[in-house]
């Protein structure tokens, strides 16, 4: 025997989740994205499919002309103005790259008899 909640739970979610791939399918097609594929996204994936469309829609319709931050520059903060603009250059005369990749520069030492002995002891 089927309850009619249990009809409830199954058909109203099932029923919304139809409308909204409906309603996509409609939209998407107006704007001139890809009815089918959208609707088929958003009626597979029931709540990240519409956040997914909503997001590419929204990416839809950007219009350079109205972007507010499109004329000003990026602000750097004084205390980095002395770095260099390229983060994989390396700093003069320490051997070890901005990016903290020191193992070159410890096989380099070690290859020159500069690094110290790892035993602890000092033979």
């Keep these: 025997m089927v309850t009619p909640l249990l009809v409830f739970l199954i058909a109203v979610p099932i029923g919304i989740q139809l409308l909204l791939a409906a309603f996509v399918h409609y939209d998407a097609g107006d704007i001139g994205m890809n009815a089918r594929k959208w609707a088929a996204i958003v009626g597979g994936i029931p709540i990240a499919g ?6 590419a829609r929204s990416e839809h319709f950007y219009d350079p002309a109205d972007d507010p931050f499109r004329e000003q520059t ?3 903060h004084p205390s980095r103005r002395d770095e260099p603009a390229d983060p994989a250059a390396t700093q003069s005369g320490s051997g070890r790259r901005s990016d903290g ?6 096989a380099r030492q ?3 008899g500069d690094a ?5 002891g000092g033979s």
């Design 74 to 76: 990026h602000e750097i």
């Design 50 to 55: 519409l956040a997914i469309y909503l997001l």
């Design 101 to 106: 990749d020191a193992t070159a520069s410890m």
């Design 116 to 120: 110290a002995s790892d035993d602890g």
């Design 110 to 112: 070690a290859d020159n």
